[in-house]
């Protein structure tokens, strides 16, 4: 004999498809109040830039509008960390790099969030590679020649970096590791502080930012040897990789990606992926954000999500391995 379903059972149920098509509805509407993106950096860098024009391109699509906010601090951590704890209805989201999201969490003993449990991953949006450069009056024209130089003069080299953890400071590390030289390394409180060192004899070697670099290697002022991503630049196409020069695996970058907190529902996710990758193609914006030095990526949400699975321990060991500390 069929049973039949209890009252409760039936209240459930009735509670159940409501919460289910008042979601939907909410998702169909969506967005339909302002959107905020938070970036944990000073306005005028890439994160900034790419995501004001973000908000310059869907305020053309979406009415209601979308604001960038400067959430500045710990190294990006704090904007990440504001997200983490938002409600997952798509109206705050993060143009989050890997800092706050794989470098910082080996760094630190705690960062307020897990960077694969608290966040929905919406596509990573582009990469910011480094160039390995040298100054005129270094010997080495290669990288072999470099190599030999550092191991016969283990204490010739010396780099600036703009921050315990940034990809200039751990380009550096996995140089090292990878080839069994020494560099001794400074910090400095941004690139425009390590430059002028470079440039000045203070400082003989640096994996520098594309986009503060690349002037200064077409002015004839520093040389180049290797670009840091898996594939070359547009910008500078003649210049190998590391791991067209032999370090396979090598990467040190800066990257960056739209995302949002745990739990955002899948329509909303599909939705901004969309409009965030349609963006990404037009030719204006693809224009202005390669000319900074930018790879744009696009990737599917899947994709960025394993992206940080697969980084967390890669610069987990190398930070534990290099003995490597930030200020708590």
Same mark, same amino acid.
């Given at each position: 004999?069929?049973?039949?379903? #209890? ?61 960038? !906010? *400067? ?24 143009? #989050? ?8 969490? *080996? $760094? ?12 929905? @991953? ?7 590679? *480094? ?36 990809? /200039? ?14 560099? /001794? ?18 400082? *003989? ?29 547009? !910008? ?13 695996? @090598? !990467? ?13 529902? /899948? ?7 969309? !409009? ?19 790879? $744009? ?7 960025? $999500? ?23």
């Amino acid at each position: 004999m069929r049973k039949i379903a #209890g009252p409760m059972v039936g209240v459930g149920v009735a509670v159940v498809l409501a919460l289910a098509s008042g979601l939907a509805i909410a998702q169909s509407g969506y967005p339909d109040k302002p959107i905020r993106i938070l970036v944990g950096f000073s306005a005028g860098v890439a994160p900034d830039v790419t995501s004001r024009l973000f908000g310059d391109k869907w305020n053309e699509t979406w009415a209601k509008g979308v604001a960038v !906010e *400067n959430v500045t601090g710990a190294g990006g951590n704090l904007a990440v960390a504001q997200v983490a704890k938002s409600a997952p209805d798509g109206y705050t989201l993060a143009m #989050g790099g890997n800092a706050s999201l794989v470098i910082n969490p *080996n $760094l630190m003993d705690k960062v307020g969030y897990d960077p694969v449990k608290d966040f929905t @991953y919406i596509t990573q949006v582009f990469i910011v590679p *480094n160039l390995l450069v040298v100054p005129n009056d270094v010997p080495a024209k290669d990288i072999k020649e470099l190599i030999a130089l550092a191991k016969a003069r283990p204490d010739y080299f010396v780099a600036g970096h703009a921050g315990v953890g940034t990809s /200039q400071h751990l380009g550096a590390e996995l140089f090292m590791s990878m080839t069994g030289v020494r560099i /001794q390394q400074v910090p400095y409180r941004g690139t425009t502080q390590v430059l002028p060192d470079l440039l000045g004899g203070r400082l *003989n070697i640096f994996f520098g930012n594309i986009s503060n670099v690349l002037p200064l290697v077409r002015e004839g002022k520093l040389r180049a040897f290797a670009i840091t991503s898996r594939k070359r630049s547009p !910008e500078i196409p003649e210049l190998p990789t590391m791991e067209e020069l032999g370090f396979p695996g @090598y !990467e040190a970058t800066a990257w960056f990606g739209m995302m949002g907190p745990a739990g955002l529902p /899948q329509p909303i996710v599909d939705r901004i992926h969309a !409009e965030t990758t349609k963006v990404m193609a037009q030719p204006d914006v693809r224009k202005k954000l390669e000319s900074l030095g930018l790879q $744009l990526v696009g990737n599917t949400p899947a994709q960025f $999500l394993q992206i940080v699975k697969d980084e967390l321990p890669m610069w987990g060991k190398v930070i534990r391995d290099a003995g490597i500390k930030a200020a708590q």
